[in-house]
């Protein structure tokens, strides 16, 4: 039976070393502050800023929402996000997306200040994944599925890891972080032939194509780590990932659970990239 990689534990881990950062910034008179910029009343998107508001009240970094009707317009959206980026009280800004249509979001995206972009969603900050620049900052979730192989001592280097899935907000970048570690990598997605006889020789699976059972029973082999960033909703309301988990545990090493595992490791980075940018600020 596989060892289940906890997101749980992960998130502990990374509560602790946040709660010392804050209250040290405390110390010096600065409160960590998140600015969530909001447009409109989508369920998913109140649901995400709960979560956030959340994790972030577990280790006493502020919050502040930001809510816009669906019928603003472009302008007045950045006029919103340049008010962040100005306000030094505010160190984090999430944007959450999708945006309306009628809307050009490139351009709001576009306007965001780097070192404000705890999300990791500007060109600034996705530069700075594949270059080591550090005005922004990594994308959220494939830096949690960083975070979960150090907290499980998973060494990446020298190791086969294949990424299934090419995203910009996953699979891309956490192409790139693996590399960093020095482990080989490749990139598969739904297109690529013979997926099952490539990741039967990785060390290291990261799922994240976001299609439920997109990796299967014929994928896995012994002592694989298997990181499934999928989230998906079956007939009968079932959270599912993107590996086969039922088929996978009883042949890998280890493997993350959905949920309870990488989403749950997201929310906490996201948090912590609201502190480092507090003690980017004020040095």
Request: charge should be negative.
């Amino acid at each position: 039976m596989a060892t289940i990689l906890d997101g749980k534990l992960v998130t502990a881990d990374l509560k602790e070393r946040m709660t010392a950062d804050v209250t040290a910034l405390k110390s010096r008179g600065i409160d960590p502050t998140l600015a969530i910029l909001r447009v409109g009343e989508k369920g998913d998107a109140i649901a995400y800023e709960k979560g956030a508001i959340s994790r972030c009240k577990t280790v006493d970094v502020a919050v502040r929402s930001v809510v816009l009707p669906e019928t603003s317009t472009t302008e007045e959206v950045l006029k919103a996000v340049d008010e962040l980026n100005k306000d030094k009280t505010v160190h984090g800004v999430l944007l959450l997306r999708p945006l309306p249509k009628t809307m050009d979001e490139a351009k709001i995206v576009a306007a965001l200040a780097p070192e404000k972009d705890i999300d990791g969603i500007t060109d600034s900050s996705m530069v700075g994944t594949y270059t080591g620049n550090i005005s922004g900052f990594d994308p959220c979730t494939p830096e949690a599925c960083m975070e979960i192989l150090d907290f499980f001592k998973i060494d990446a280097a020298g190791k086969n890891a294949v990424v299934v899935g090419r995203s910009l907000v996953v699979g891309k970048p956490a192409a790139m972080m693996l590399l960093k570690r020095n482990a080989t990598v490749t990139v598969c997605h739904t297109k690529t032939k013979n997926l099952a006889e490539i990741c039967k020789k990785a060390d290291i699976i990261i799922a994240c194509a976001g299609k439920a059972g997109s990796v299967g029973a014929e994928c896995f082999a012994p002592n694989q780590v298997v990181i499934d960033v999928g989230i998906n909703v079956t007939e009968d309301g079932k959270l599912v990932g993107d590996a086969d988990f039922a088929a996978a545990e009883p042949i890998v090493g280890a493997i993350t659970p959905v949920p309870g595992g990488v989403g749950t490791v997201t929310t906490s980075v996201l948090v912590k990239h609201v502190v480092e940018a507090a003690k980017r600020q004020n040095p």
